[in-house]
């Protein structure tokens, strides 16, 4: 009997990058203890360089399926859709964890840290000096990504390049003034529950705006080599939501923990 194949989904090749990227991050993270026990870079590097090859390769393959090889349906699209709303709800609660850290802490200091909030011997940052003009380049950062989507949406090529290439600069200078902030930082992460909250936090969020940066400059690479149309961009549209979700725990980070939490 002769199979019907003709529907919508996409059922994807057979991929070797799932299998190398379990082995990349496996070695990844055994290199990283290895580093923090014996202060050994090989593995650690050798982590990178799979996890790098792989990321690269598996995301090549997927342009290649959603552009070229018209793979990328509605029905797929509309999948993909709600796989990332579904990843950003999860990243929600993953800061919602540090976020609960902070205020169980903060409201009821025990005695451990001198029953105050900040504890005892912390000096905070001034939240009006290097915060804030973080704050102020991620909400134009905001304001940059939404300006690109919508030259897209009206066929605008030059100010949706132009536009998206800002989001990255901004991206890059918000990462430079946030290390800088950590080198010149009174105190450490081992310095009590408020160095272990405050690093976790704005780190783990830090790294977010490096992987949203990385993301958005793959759309810029895309947008160049005309991968985008009006009507079918959702790996734009993707790294858009990814951006404007990283402006918003910023923004609760700045409020919370810069601002009230001083």
């Known amino acids: 009997m002769k199979l019907n194949f003709n529907h919508p989904f996409h059922l994807v090749d057979y991929s070797p990058w799932p299998l190398t990227g379990a082995i990349g991050t496996l070695t990844l993270v055994t290199g990283m203890v290895k580093w923090f026990h014996n202060f050994n870079m090989n593995l650690l590097i050798i982590g990178y360089i799979i996890v790098i090859l792989t990321m690269y390769q598996w995301w090549r393959d997927v342009c290649r399926e959603g552009t070229f090889q018209g793979k990328h349906t509605i029905l797929v699209t509309k999948g993909l859709r709600w796989g990332m709303i579904l990843f950003i709800i999860s990243e929600v609660f993953f800061f919602l964890s540090f976020f609960w850290a902070f205020f169980h802490s903060s409201l009821s200091p025990n005695i451990e840290i001198g029953s105050m909030w900040p504890p005892k011997g912390i000096t905070t940052f001034n939240p009006f000096q290097i915060p804030l003009l973080n704050t102020i380049i991620l909400i134009s950062s905001g304001i940059t990504i939404t300006w690109s989507h919508h030259a897209l949406m009206e066929n605008n090529f030059s100010q949706c390049k132009q536009s998206l290439l800002f989001t990255i600069m901004l991206g890059i200078y918000f990462t430079i003034l946030q290390a800088y902030e950590y080198i010149e930082a009174p105190f450490t992460i081992a310095d009590s529950v408020?160095?272990?909250?405050?690093?976790?936090?704005?780190?783990?969020?830090?790294?977010?705006?490096?992987?949203?940066?990385?993301?958005?400059?793959?759309?810029?690479?895309?947008?160049?080599?005309?991968?985008?149309?009006?009507?079918?961009?959702?790996?734009?549209?993707?790294?858009?939501?990814?951006?404007?979700?990283?402006?918003?725990?910023?923004?609760?980070?700045?409020?919370?923990?810069?601002?009230?939490?001083?």
Request: proline share 0%.
């Open 194 to 262: 408020y160095g272990s909250t405050f690093f976790m936090a704005t780190g783990f969020h830090g790294l977010h705006v490096m992987i949203g940066t990385l993301f958005l400059t793959v759309c810029f690479m895309r947008h160049l080599k005309n991968h985008f149309s009006m009507g079918h961009h959702f790996g734009f549209e993707a790294a858009a939501w990814y951006w404007h979700f990283v402006d918003v725990v910023w923004l609760f980070l700045y409020i919370t923990i810069y601002w009230w939490g001083n």
